[in-house]
């Protein structure tokens, strides 16, 4: 991991935030009675397998670190994790990660922490004003480019294909659309993509990929912005006697986002074609190492680390490290330039449930 005891001109509010940390170090507050130090996970939902992976990572990854856990759900819903910051800092949590599924909303709970010295670790999304401490998150932007990558090297170039997007809420659900149709735009001229909102919702996904398939029969493609979509795609593929495999000239191909087990499952058994494998395990296990980091005074600077990944700097105050997320595929081939993993690769954090 790459560290420095002097930070630079832009982490100079986390360099505050560190210090105040650091001056603090002696007192019992914020301590287990084992001395561990305590720190609050808020859970952003528990009704997907990619979340509940993240929910059975965290308490493995405490334990590693030496820390203490507390641990709230705010079930998608931003007034609740409100309501669990202030459970969290009751319980005198030294430092906080969470996941935002409104990253707009959540700027007064990351004023009110930072007003109590208390460093934020954001997880998959980051906030779209003000600093946290490290967001651990994958390159969402990425997503997005792959998926049409993938999907406009097995169409030759030409057809439509349905986008079912997250929520434009979340920054993650802007980076896949606008990288989507960025790389869209500028390489596959001649594919129409029929954008459509869902809200990370899987039975608006369903019911609006049904509709655009009984006015454009000849769609040939989906993306799925995450497995949120995965049950509903294939139940209207398989009521339209489209769910068939690759070779059949019938086949619609599709891509995910998120890597859970079953995606993989539907990869080797051809009803899906690719995904892109989100780092549940990391996303645990980075969360907790930048809140002991935090706490421990230490600072980041942009750059490569010792675990595949690199830290940018995505405005004044506040960085973010990109963790490894692999485009996965049946052959583990390349795709227009974008080189994929097999789905049965073991170093895929899904394949541990197959």
């Not at 914020?30 to 308490?59: C, H, L, M, Q």
């Not at 097995?154 to 079912?164: A, D, E, H, I």
């Not at 869209?184 to 001229?189: L, W």
């Amino acid at each position: 991991m790459k560290t420095t005891n002097r930070t630079i001109a832009s982490l100079g509010a986390v360099a505050a935030l560190t210090a105040a940390l650091t001056a603090c170090g002696g007192s019992d507050t914020g301590s287990a009675g084992n001395g561990k130090p305590v720190v609050g996970v808020d859970f952003p939902r528990s009704d997907t397998d990619f979340w509940n992976s993240y929910i059975k990572y965290s308490p493995d990854f405490a334990t590693d670190f030496g820390l203490e856990l507390k641990t709230t759900n705010s079930q998608n819903d931003v007034a609740k994790l409100t309501s669990n910051v202030q459970t969290l800092i009751s319980q005198g949590v030294k430092g906080v990660a969470m996941a935002p599924q409104d990253t707009a909303a959540i700027a007064p709970t990351l004023e009110q922490l930072a007003a109590k010295k208390i460093p934020v670790v954001t997880v998959d999304t980051r906030p779209d004003t003000g600093n946290v401490y490290m967001v651990v998150r994958a390159d969402n932007r990425a997503y997005g480019e792959k998926a049409c990558r993938f999907l406009g090297a097995k169409l030759g170039g030409k057809g439509k294909v349905v986008m079912l997007q997250g929520d434009l809420a979340s920054i993650n659900g802007r980076d896949r659309t606008e990288a989507f149709n960025d790389c869209m735009k500028a390489n596959y001229p001649d594919i129409t993509v029929f954008g459509e909102a869902t809200n990370w919702d899987g039975a608006v996904a369903a019911q609006k990929l049904q509709t655009d398939l009984t006015a454009h029969p000849d769609i040939k493609g989906v993306y799925m912005q995450s497995s949120f979509a995965l049950a509903g795609t294939l139940q209207v593929l398989k009521q339209k006697n489209l769910l068939v495999g690759p070779t059949d000239p019938k086949h619609v191909f599709i891509v995910s986002n998120d890597g859970i087990p079953e995606e993989l499952r539907n990869i080797a058994e051809g009803k899906i074609d690719a995904t892109v494998s989100q780092p549940a395990d990391l996303y645990a296990k980075y969360a907790l190492h930048y809140l002991k980091a935090a706490i421990d005074g230490k600072t980041f600077a942009p750059g490569k680390t010792d675990h595949d990944s690199t830290i940018i700097q995505v405005r004044d105050g506040l960085l973010e490290d990109q963790l490894s997320a692999p485009l996965v595929t049946a052959d583990g081939g390349t795709y227009d330039g974008v080189p994929s993993l097999k789905a049965d690769d073991r170093s895929l954090w899904g394949t541990e449930h197959l």
